[in-house]
């Protein structure tokens, strides 16, 4: 197991243990989160383990791809209840694009990763960030932005969206071209990983505060408004 890998891992476990031993004091978006970052770690080993028995892991991307969008989309869902409707439109047509994707692709699911669809994926989330944050700027309540657990979530994918955007719209361009521009990109997703799921870890330790109309801090036994 390589150094990179290793570190990638041990940056999501790191956030899968804190946000077990905290997740009754997790705000209801935190707790999505939560299932998503441990749906990504045993994700990311399942398709370690598949690409050493069978050579590939590309199927298992394409699914991980919707399941990723639903659960980052319902935890955003939890504090942007205005865009509830919004939200499930797009998370219906994007799973009936995943379908018709998924068919015509059928000669290649297990070679050809979907990547026009995960960078249509990445354009989606990262609006989601947009209306998130211009959702907290726009609240009266003036507590720090550092204590809402979906402002740090928003920063790691927004960057990480930004970063990675072109590098899985050509990702079988670029896989095919490999040399330095195949280094380079793979260089530059490692790194917007780290920081993305580093974003998890300080999101779960935060004092959970929610968008609404009242500010609200999550405790061990509830919901106190503040």
């Known amino acids: ?3 990179a890998f290793t570190l990638y891992i041990l940056i999501q476990l790191v956030g899968v243990t804190l946000g077990a031993i905290r997740f009754r004091r997790l705000a209801p978006s935190s707790r999505y989160l939560w299932v998503l970052l441990l749906v990504t770690l045993l994700v990311e080993l399942a398709s370690r383990l598949s690409v050493r028995f069978l050579g590939t892991n590309v199927l298992i991307y394409r699914i991980f791809a919707l399941v990723q ?8 869902r939890q504090e942007l209840r205005q ?5 499930r439109l797009v998370l219906g047509a994007m799973a009936v694009y995943w379908l018709i994707d998924f068919f015509l692709s059928w000669d290649e699911l297990t070679t050809a990763f979907s990547a026009q669809y995960k960078a249509v994926c990445n354009i989606i989330i990262l609006i989601l960030t947009g209306l998130y944050l211009r959702s907290l700027l726009a609240q009266d309540f ?3 932005f550092s204590q809402y657990p979906l402002f740090w979530i928003s920063l790691g994918w927004a960057l990480f969206t930004v970063v990675t955007l072109v590098n899985f719209a050509a990702f079988n361009y670029i896989g095919l071209q490999g040399g330095q521009l195949l280094t380079l990109f793979g260089s530059l997703r490692k790194v917007a990983n780290y920081v993305l799921y580093s974003s998890f870890i300080v999101a779960f330790l935060t004092p959970q505060r929610v968008l609404g109309r009242h500010s609200t801090v999550v405790s ?4 106190e408004r503040q």
């Not at 865009?83 to 939200?87: A, D, E, K, V």
């Not at 061990?220 to 919901?223: E, I, R």
């Open 83 to 87: 865009y509830t409707n919004l939200i």
């Open 1 to 3: 197991m390589d150094i």
């Open 220 to 223: 061990l036994h509830g919901t």
């Open 69 to 76: 969008l639903g659960l980052l989309a319902w935890a955003y």
């Open 142 to 144: 003036e507590h720090p």
